[in-house]
């Protein structure tokens, strides 16, 4: 049972109020990221918005890409980048004019493609004709999730596995100094 | 079956990811730090999974295949993540900055 709340006449559910919170949290911070000059701060940002997009998620009933976001956005790709800035500047001497570059010309791409984006997203026939009113109450949870991954998407999970695998190989490679003497 | 009476329909999401999106762009085209850019990949690629997961969750037959999608780009992100901060630490040891305009080095 939902319960509703009457606010200026409106019926508001809480479902409502936790998506206008949990979307301006994710999209203030995310603000953030791109308006910070100093960069340690955007990339702690980044988190506050990894985390915000989880909460999304809940609200979407899919419970187990919350949990994976947490884990491997905010927990690993977060530290990843904040370890890469502390390797590889020098985060306080940047003031707002050196790190945001032509604002006023990337706002106004970036409006018309939202222009864009909304328009469609607002016109669309075909969204309304196969899209229900409120997201799916089936089960998808872990076992769903891990049933669909095993038997249908085996193939594109290995094929994961090794990108992943070659992928940080790679980044080893790279990374690593070349000393004279050493192979 | 749906939550219908969740009372958020899916376009509230669409614009979300939509906004997410465009941030995310403009902080492709402002920022001048090779760190920043990626920070603002992140953004897109999120803003992409907004998308997948919203679709996948509000089909009037609802499939797990939006999550599954989801993970993978979880999954090449990460790699993606790795990959480009190996190559900006070995620019910043060779140059000592990260500034995207000034790396010259693969210009013939």
């Known amino acids: ?33 791109v308006l910070m000059p100093n960069i340690l701060r955007a990339a702690l940002f980044l988190g506050l918005t990894l985390f915000g997009i989880a909460g999304l998620y809940v609200l979407m009933n899919a419970p187990f890409l919350a949990a994976v976001q947490v884990m491997i956005y905010v927990g690993a790709i977060t530290t990843m ?45 075909w969204v309304r004709d196969i899209v229900a009113a409120g ?30 695998l070659a992928a940080l190989v790679g980044a080893i490679v790279i990374s690593k100094e070349d000393r004279p003497g050493e192979p | 079956m749906s939550h219908s009476a969740y ?19 403009f902080g492709m085209m402002v920022r001048r730090s090779a760190i920043g850019m990626l920070l603002s ?10 998308n997948l997961i919203a679709f996948g969750s509000y089909l009037k037959a609802p499939t797990i295949a939006g999550q599954i999608f989801a993970i993978f780009v979880v999954t090449l ?8 901060l190996a190559i900006v630490i070995n620019i910043y040891r060779l140059e000592q900055h990260v500034d995207a305009d000034k790396i010259t080095a693969m210009k013939l």
């Not at chain 1, 306080?92 to 604002?103: R, S, W």
């Not at chain 1, 999730?145 to 999970?157: C, E, I, N, T």
């Not at chain 2, 992100?77 to 480009?84: L, S």
Request: glycine content about 8%.
């Open chain 1, 1 to 33: 049972m939902i319960r509703h709340v009457s606010i200026f006449g409106f019926e508001i559910t809480g479902y409502q109020i936790a998506f206008v919170a949990l979307a301006g949290v994710t999209l203030g911070s995310a603000a953030m990221v």
């Open chain 1, 135 to 164: 997201p799916a109450d089936t089960d998808v949870g872990v076992n769903a999730v891990a049933a669909a991954l095993l038997q249908p998407y085996v193939f594109p999970f290995e094929l994961a596995s090794l990108v992943l």
């Open chain 2, 41 to 50: 990949v992140e953004l897109m690629l999120n803003a992409a999974n907004i």
């Open chain 1, 81 to 125: 980048i904040i370890l890469a800035i502390f390797l590889s500047s020098r985060v306080m001497k940047i003031g707002f004019g050196q790190a945001i570059y032509n604002p006023v010309l990337a706002f106004g791409a970036a409006g018309l493609m939202f222009l864009f984006l909304f328009v469609t997203v607002a016109n669309s026939i």
């Open chain 2, 7 to 25: 009372g958020i329909p899916i376009s509230w999401f669409l614009t979300v990811g939509a906004m997410l999106f465009c941030i995310g762009l």
């Open chain 2, 77 to 84: 992100a990460a790699a993606e993540a790795a990959v480009g």
